[in-house]
């Protein structure tokens, strides 16, 4: 069983930056792949960014490529999204998620842990 508790989200001004975390509990989440994916109000939830169990590989969406990273730290058995020249658009509620499966890195449904959420809010 892996628990995910994300941390860092918060109000910020468009062209701003913020670094979201994902604390995972239990050893196995190192050999997870993890994601993160978010849901504004009114829409469904959207795949933003995904890292491989290794780190090598990564996955972002178009509408963040370029202004997003997804890293990870295994000794901290953690998860972060660096996210910077950040647009109103960007506002949602952010969700870390982890899987063992392989394939279908944008899908939701893929993911078999989720955490509670952290909003994000980019003002104009």
């Known amino acids: 069983q892996v628990q995910l508790v994300e941390s860092g989200g918060g109000l910020v001004q468009a062209g701003g930056s913020l670094r979201l975390s994902c604390a995972a509990s239990?050893?196995?989440?190192?050999?997870?792949?993890a994601g993160w994916f978010r849901q504004a109000p009114g829409k469904e939830r959207e795949f933003v960014a995904a890292?491989?169990?290794?780190?090598?590989?990564?996955n972002y969406a178009e509408s963040v490529k370029g202004r997003f990273t997804i890293s990870r730290d295994y000794a901290k058995t953690t998860v972060y999204l660096q996210m910077n020249s950040l647009k109103p658009e960007d506002t949602a509620v952010y969700y870390c998620?982890?899987?063992?499966?392989?394939?279908?890195?944008?899908?939701?449904?893929?993911?078999?842990?989720w955490g509670q959420g952290t909003q994000v809010t980019v003002s104009s």
């Open positions: 998620a982890a899987t063992p499966k392989i394939g279908g890195v944008r899908y939701s449904a893929q993911y078999d842990y």
């Open positions: 890292i491989s169990w290794s780190g090598d590989t990564t």
């Open positions: 239990g050893r196995t989440f190192n050999n997870y792949r």
